[in-house]
């Protein structure tokens, strides 16, 4: 059974930085894509980041630059790195793992059934 447990949310100041951590457990880790995703508050949940089982990675138009996914297979963990924050990236944080063998990095939700339980991050202005 997969189970993914968030951490490294919390308040930072416009500009600053955080990294989440995700902790995969229950399979092995290394053979399948990972995400993040988010949802702010009155709105939909939506792509952040993905990263393919070798290391392939994807990001939505409004983190690239700012943000890097990563993942350490020996540690069976995935990191959200995240710099230059803004207001607007204040939501839920959630990293969701992929059950196709060796997927590539995908943007679409349903392509994810595994969910952590979200991580809070609120960036002043």
């Known amino acids: 059974q997969v189970q993914l447990v968030e951490s490294g949310g919390g308040l930072v100041q416009a500009g600053g930085s955080l990294r989440l951590s995700c902790a995969d457990s229950g399979r092995t880790f290394s053979n399948y894509a990972m995400g993040w995703f988010r949802q702010a508050p009155g709105k939909e949940r939506e792509f952040v980041a993905a990263i393919s089982w070798i290391g392939n990675t994807h990001y939505a138009d409004s983190v690239k630059g700012r943000f890097t996914i990563s993942r350490d297979n020996a540690k069976n963990t995935m990191y959200l790195q995240m710099n230059s924050l803004k207001p607007e990236d204040t939501a839920v944080y959630y990293c969701?793992?992929?059950?196709?063998?060796?997927?590539?990095?995908?943007?679409?939700?349903?392509?994810?059934?595994?969910w952590g339980q979200g991580t809070q991050v609120t960036v002043s202005s």
């Open positions: 969701a793992a992929s059950s196709a063998w060796r997927g590539p990095p995908e943007a679409r939700s349903y392509d994810y059934p595994y």
